[in-house]
């Protein structure tokens, strides 16, 4: 089976889960998820509520997994789940640009 569809893979989601978590997990882990080899862990559970935006209630009816509590010291950047929303229709060369506009900003 291939990475996620379009230019936003697996290690795109990993870095993007680190940037709004403050944790890592590698890239195979969430197509692993993805695919229905790799568990789902409270942890990541919780991950993916930051990321989404959604509330760990829903999540929860949905798996049957209570998640654990997100790592207190990595604020969530506002919107990041809109933002995720927002370029999954990129092309890759467009995705680039923006990452490296992105980057320059932080500079």
Do not use: K, N
């Amino acid at each position: 089976m291939s990475s996620a569809p379009g230019p936003v893979g697996w290690t795109a989601a990993a870095r993007t889960f680190l940037v709004a978590t403050g944790r890592y997990w590698s890239p195979a882990t969430y197509g692993g998820i993805g695919r229905g080899t790799v568990p789902l862990t409270g942890e990541l559970l919780a991950d993916f509520c930051t990321v989404l935006d959604v509330p760990a209630a829903d999540l929860a009816a949905l798996t049957g997994l209570m998640p654990a509590e997100p790592p207190s010291p990595c604020p969530t950047p506002y919107g990041v789940s809109g933002m995720v929303w927002d370029v999954r229709r990129l092309t890759a060369h467009q995705l680039e640009r923006a990452t490296g506009f992105a980057e320059s900003l932080g500079r």
